[in-house]
T-cell receptor
Framework: GNSVTQMEGPVTLSEEAFLTINCTYT??????LFWYVQYPGEGLQLLLK?????DKGSNKGFEATYRKETTSFHLEKGSVQVSDSAVYFC????????????FGAGTILRVKS | GAVVSQHPSWVICKSGTSVKIECRSL??????MFWYRQFPKQSLMLMAT?????????EQGVEKDKFLINHASLTLSTLTVTSAHPEDSSFYIC???????????FGPGTRLTVL
């Protein structure tokens, strides 16, 4: 079945550092890929998405590129801020599984000033 | 943006009692609502999908008699954990979507602790 694997955290960075959170997936067919962010005390919010190979999703300085050849969707940001501290979830959905979301375990990001 | 609320945000109950968790869409009509369960340091696992006015569809391995889901209106779904036991302790998260859009909007979650 479909599954998502993302790097374990917590990831601790200084402000303005470069961020990468790795995400790889296993899926049949052509899934859509997502990154969600959960700030403390809030619900998950969609950060960005990509629906086909080589698509790049971007939002708030974050980017991720759908790489079918490596089945990856790594999240990157060039310069993190303290306000980016949150939990980040990689997820996928595919028509073969009724478009249900399948999540990775989540990665805690802590940014220090 | 679309807002989904959950109530309560945390609850502690005794083993054998039932607990009801509410999920509300505050500014849109949620034709479909989803209930997830999250264990510490683990993924969100989909428990069930409910469409307004019809019975919920449960994922494999989820006991429908233990986790009762009601989606009686376009803005409210409830999850009742019946005869709760300590192994039901978890973080329960709901999400909701409108008919026309694929995006799910998530509630903040409910922490259930069964003593």
């Amino acid at each position: 079945g479909n599954s998502v694997t993302q790097m374990e955290g917590p990831v601790t960075l200084s402000e303005e550092a470069f961020l990468t959170i790795n995400c790889t997936y296993t899926a049949t067919g052509y899934p859509s890929l997502f990154w969600y962010v959960q700030y403390p005390g809030e619900g998950l919010q969609l950060l960005l998405k990509a629906t086909k190979a080589d698509d790049k999703g971007s939002n708030k300085g974050f980017e991720a590129t759908y790489r079918k050849e490596t089945t990856s969707f790594h999240l990157e940001k060039g310069s993190v801020q303290v306000s980016d501290s949150a939990v980040y979830f990689c997820a996928l959905s595919s028509p073969e599984y009724g478009n249900k979301l399948v999540f990775g375990a989540g990665t805690i990001l802590r940014v220090k000033s | 943006g679309a807002v989904v609320s959950q109530h309560p945000s945390w609850v502690i109950c005794k083993s054998g009692t039932s607990v009801k968790i509410e999920c509300r869409s505050l500014d849109f009509q949620a034709t479909t609502m989803f209930w997830y369960r999250q264990f510490p340091k683990q993924s969100l696992m989909l428990m069930a999908t409910s469409n307004e006015g019809s019975k919920a569809t449960y994922e494999q391995g989820v006991e429908k008699d233990k986790f009762l889901i009601n989606h009686a209106s376009l803005t409210l779904s409830t999850l009742t954990v019946t005869s709760a036991h300590p192994e039901d302790s978890s973080f329960y998260i709901c999400s909701a979507k409108e008919y026309w859009y694929n995006e799910q909007f998530f509630g903040p979650g409910t922490r259930l602790t069964v003593l």
